[in-house]
């Protein structure tokens, strides 16, 4: 079994930054690959970055290529999602996933494990 917990959200304003946290336990953390999706409210719930089992691919969705920026660190078991310059259109709650094996993928389908979501408010 995996547990994910996410952590950081808030409210912020346009142009402000943001960085989410995601924990894991429960599996070797530096085997699997993981992704960050979010979901606004009435939208479905979308892409917006993932990385390798070892950091070194990662994808973005286009509407955050360029601000946000994904992370892990082994060694604490723990993913990161920096938001930067963001955007009203940015306000989402924010997930953290893992799917077994060591390939990112920018499909929800491919994802194995999921957080409870942190919310992200971006204020005009």
């Known amino acids: 079994q995996v547990q994910l917990l996410e952590s950081g959200g808030g409210l912020v304003q346009a142009g402000d930054s943001l960085r989410l946290s995601c924990a894991a336990s429960?599996?070797?953390?530096?085997?699997?690959?993981m992704g960050w999706f979010r979901q606004a409210p009435g939208k479905e719930r979308e892409f917006v970055a993932a990385?390798?089992?070892?950091?070194?691919?990662?994808y973005y969705a286009e509407s955050v290529k360029g601000r946000f920026t994904i992370s892990r660190v082994s060694a604490k078991n723990t993913m990161y999602l920096q938001m930067n310059s963001m955007k009203p259109e940015d306000t989402a709650v924010y997930y953290c996933?893992?799917?077994?094996?060591?390939?990112?993928?920018?499909?929800?389908?491919?994802?194995?494990?999921w957080g409870q979501g942190t919310q992200v408010t971006v204020s005009s």
């Open positions: 990385i390798s089992r070892n950091g070194d691919t990662t």
């Open positions: 996933t893992l799917k077994l094996g060591g390939v990112p993928s920018k499909e929800q389908r491919s994802y194995d494990y």
């Open positions: 429960g599996r070797t953390f530096n085997t699997h690959a």
